[in-house]
């Protein structure tokens, strides 16, 4: 079955840096769109950002962009999340996605890391 495993969560202090990875099992990695979604207490699920099949193309929710960076090695069957200038709000459960498409209306999650940035 489809597994998706996060690692690289963590705490760090406003203004530092963590790297999210995900590892994809049972699936063929390079059909489909990977992204990165968070949850914060009391708060929806929310997307942070989503890269295509081959990697060319990207997509990040406003509140990122410019401090996050997703990246996917198709041979490695491994997506990341590069995440810079943390802020006390990116504190959250990131979890891992795939799906056919970058718009992940249904996508396989993974199990979730836990960020937390102190202020």
């Known amino acids: 079955q489809v597994q998706l495993v996060e690692s690289g969560g963590g705490l760090v202090q406003a203004g530092g840096s963590l790297r999210l990875s995900c590892a994809a099992s049972?699936?063929?990695?390079?059909?489909?769109?990977m992204g990165w979604f968070r949850q914060a207490p009391r708060k929806e699920r929310e997307f942070v950002a989503a890269?295509?099949?081959?990697?060319?193309?990207?997509y990040y929710t406003d509140s990122v962009k410019g401090r996050f960076t997703i990246s996917r090695d198709n041979a490695k069957n491994t997506v990341s999340l590069q995440m810079n200038s943390l802020k006390p709000e990116d504190t959250a459960v990131y979890y891992c996605?795939?799906?056919?498409?970058?718009?992940?209306?249904?996508?396989?999650w993974g199990q979730g890391t836990q960020v937390t940035v102190s202020s």
């Open positions: 049972g699936l063929t990695f390079s059909i489909y769109a």
């Open positions: 890269i295509s099949r081959s990697g060319i193309s990207t």
């Open positions: 996605a795939a799906d056919n498409s970058v718009t992940m209306k249904n996508p396989y």
